[in-house]
């Protein structure tokens, strides 16, 4: 399987796409999942070509982790959250729908389970999550 780099995750690292920003840096980005599972639901994506963590990079997986580390414990603050959960799907039979590289960081309280998969949720209040985390980032 070959990297396909019209994929919706290669369209937003080219801005032709919106997003709702959490973090940058050099090489991963952080942004809100529009169809959240759980308040504060974002995602972690290498800014190289990587189709998932099948043909990843030990260089890419340590920089996504380093990310997914720093976001998580964010989340954590912002959402006064009781744990995180950390999903990661490779290929189509391992669940993967976008075959870019992405880590889902969902924060989660004890007892609230998650919302079904595949609904939008209110943009409004999508974008308010990426600035509380945002802003729990530079605390």
Known sequence: MSYDPENIFAKILRAEIP???VYEDEDTYCFMDIMPRSDGHCLVI??????NILDASPAQLAA???TVNKVANA????FDADGITL????????????FHLHFHILPRHEGVATRPPGKMGDMDQIKAHAEAIAAALAA
């Open 19 to 21: 997003s709702f920003k």
């Open 87 to 98: 999903q990661q799907y490779s290929e189509a039979a391992g669940g993967q729908e976008v």
């Open 46 to 51: 290498p800014k190289t070509p990587c189709r």
């Open 64 to 66: 996504c982790m380093a």
């Open 75 to 78: 989340c954590m603050k912002a």
